[in-house]
């Protein structure tokens, strides 16, 4: 089956800090990837995507790569700020299309 | 663009009533989605539509749920006879897929919060 196992959080960090939140997933065929970032007391927003092995999504600083191999979205930031304060949610689409299979969410709390 | 709207935001409703959420999607986007996400988990896929087709129901969705889609833009998700397991956030989402493609991206609205007591 497809599904997407995400770290746990809360992710606890200080302005200016490197940030990794660890994905990975188990699919059949090659999924579409993406990070989508929901703040407080508002929806989901697509944070970035990549849909093929060895694609690079990025967006506001954030970045992360389709590693086929490891079956990995790992998602980066080099200097997180206060406002990036969230919880991330890792996801695949089977097929590229249709429904999306979601992790359960990694909340990131960055302090001053 | 407008984004995707739903009304109503918040939903208290008691044990058995029946409620119904709707949703206004991306002007033009041709496919919809029905989610519902419980605290400190992620979203479930519910159902989906293309135009007003419905394509594809999840097994989360028991008999007393039934969504809709008729002229191929809003959506309605109604559940009958309520229970506290209903508790959560419904979520919608729309798309564009054109023809041809291999993939779409999938744009949220801000969801409807129901809570069953």
């Known amino acids: 089956g497809n599904s997407v196992t995400q770290m746990e959080g809360p992710v606890t960090l200080s302005e200016e800090a490197f940030l990794t939140i660890n994905c990975t997933y188990t699919?059949?065929?090659?999924?579409?990837l993406f990070w989508y970032v929901q703040y407080p007391g508002e929806g989901l927003q697509l944070l970035l995507k990549?849909?093929?092995?060895?694609d690079k999504g990025s967006n506001k600083g954030f970045e992360a790569t389709y590693r086929k191999e490891t079956t990995s979205f790992h998602l980066e930031k080099g200097s997180v700020q206060v406002s990036d304060s969230a919880v991330y949610f890792c996801?695949?689409?089977?097929?590229?299309?249709?429904?999306?299979?979601f992790g359960t969410g990694t909340r990131l709390l960055v302090s001053p | 663009d407008t984004g995707v709207s739903q009304d109503p935001r918040h939903k208290i409703t008691k044990r058995g009533q029946n409620v119904t959420f709707r949703c206004d999607p991306i002007s033009e986007h041709n496919r919809l989605y029905w989610y519902r996400q419980t605290l400190g988990q992620g979203p479930e896929f519910l159902t989906y539509?293309?135009?007003?087709?419905?394509?594809?129901k999840s097994r989360l969705l028991s008999d007393r749920f039934s969504a809709e889609r008729p002229k191929g833009s809003f959506s309605t998700l109604e559940i009958q006879r309520t229970e506290q397991g209903d508790s959560a956030m419904y979520l919608c989402?729309?798309?564009?897929?054109?023809?041809?493609?291999?993939?779409?991206?999938?744009?949220f609205g801000p969801g409807t919060r129901l809570t069953v007591l």
């Open positions: 539509f293309q135009n007003e087709a419905q394509l594809e």
């Open positions: 989402a729309s798309s564009l897929l054109k023809r041809g493609a291999l993939e779409d991206t999938q744009y």
């Open positions: 996801a695949l689409s089977p097929l590229g299309f249709q429904k999306l299979v």
């Open positions: 699919a059949t065929g090659y999924p579409s």
């Open positions: 990549a849909t093929k092995a060895d």
